[in-house]
């Protein structure tokens, strides 16, 4: 069931994302006139296909919602949390590392004593 949901979720963020981009934007633009989606020679006729998109993004922000909120249910239900995973599982304490020891540099030889 996780696995179905999960991929749901993909799914229509995927394609949420790609509907807000192709509506036209208030210029009139959008990423589908990029693809020669203008005027009376579009697909979707000579309004355009804004009322469907802007009716299907609608559509997809609800399911979107709808199954991140399923999703959360979910993960309370089975008492998942990842601040639980995190201090439950907290890394034990390491002792510091035993210093390198630094090699004895012999002392400089001072040409006046000899």
């Known amino acids: 069931m996780n696995g179905f949901l999960l991929t ?6 995927l394609l ?9 934007g208030s210029k009139g633009g959008g990423l589908g006139a990029t693809f020669g989606g203008g ?3 579009s697909a979707f006729g000579a ?3 804004a ?4 009716k299907f993004t609608y559509w997809l922000a609800g399911i979107f919602m709808v199954v991140c ?3 959360e249910v979910l993960i ?7 601040l639980d ?3 439950s599982k907290a890394p034990a304490t390491k002792a510091a590392p035993a210093p390198v020891p630094v090699p004895a540099v012999p002392a400089p030889v001072d040409p006046a004593k000899k």
């Open 47 to 49: 309004r355009g296909a």
């Open 8 to 13: 749901l979720y993909v799914i229509v963020s």
């Open 51 to 54: 009322p469907f998109l802007a």
């Open 69 to 71: 909120l399923v999703i």
């Open 85 to 87: 995973r995190t201090s």
């Open 39 to 41: 005027g009376a020679n």
């Open 16 to 24: 949420l994302i790609g509907v807000i981009l192709l509506q036209p």
């Open 76 to 82: 309370v239900r089975q008492n998942r949390s990842v």
